[in-house]
């Protein structure tokens, strides 16, 4: 079963970011159903699923499948592009090809997905220290550095989301027992900030920065920490 879905997974991925330029994107985006890259687009899929299953039409129902799905979701998604949020229709494309591309598998290889290992204590634990690194955090950082707050922020919250992925990068190091990780993370940290130290005349950015940094890490850690004791003592 695996080896089928790495296939049909590998022409996807080939098609969909190898072998399709900014130029035929554009030209979808512009001429929708009328551009010549979009059946070109859909040919070079049949190719790849062609040579991922050596040419086995055995396959055949689960290529036209394929390649008639990719065709309706490539044009939903060129009719909804100025609709929608790009990131989101980004992301909604890509699941819906994924679950074509499961249902086919499944077509030729019938298979089950246990969701109740979610509810396991192993799970559900992970679900809530993630969602204490990310979200929870967040808003704690901001809440006690308050005092420190700088006047201009971003827009578009870029530094929220850096934050979070920066505790989740912490808490996978200590989870990996790749503590050194943390101090490559905070030296390159250190790095890109160093511009905004050394040009900052305002103390508060200065103190904003490292409280921030400090803060950032010192939860990720204890957060790490006490998911592996936790993890440690239910097993």
Do not use: C
């Amino acid at each position: 079963m695996l080896t089928l879905a790495i296939k049909f997974i590998l022409a996807h991925l080939a098609g969909d970011f190898l072998f399709q330029t900014d130029k035929w994107i554009e030209d979808k985006n512009e001429k929708k159903h009328k551009s010549s890259y979009l059946y070109w687009h859909l040919l070079i899929h049949f190719i790849l699923l062609l040579f991922t299953l050596q040419f086995d039409f055995h396959y055949w129902v689960g290529i036209v499948i394929i390649i008639v799905s990719h065709y309706i979701i490539d044009l939903l998604k060129l009719n909804l592009n100025k609709k929608m949020n790009s990131q989101a229709l980004f992301f909604t494309d890509q699941v819906l090809h994924f679950i074509v591309i499961l249902g086919v598998v499944h077509y030729y290889i019938p298979f089950k997905i246990d969701l109740t290992s979610i509810y396991s204590t192993e799970s559900l634990l992970l679900i809530t220290f993630m969602l204490i690194t990310t979200h929870v955090s967040s808003v704690v950082i901001k809440t006690l550095i308050s005092k420190w707050k700088i006047d201009e922020e971003s827009p578009n919250q870029a530094g929220k989301y850096i934050g979070m992925l920066e505790r989740l990068f912490v808490f996978s190091f200590i989870i990996l027992n790749y503590w050194e990780g943390i101090g490559f993370l905070l030296a390159a940290k250190s790095v890109f900030r160093f511009g905004d130290l050394s040009k900052a005349k305002d103390r508060n950015l200065t103190e904003y920065i490292l409280i921030g940094t400090l803060l950032s890490f010192g939860i990720a850690i204890a957060t790490a920490v006490g998911y592996k004791y936790l993890v440690e003592i239910s097993i």
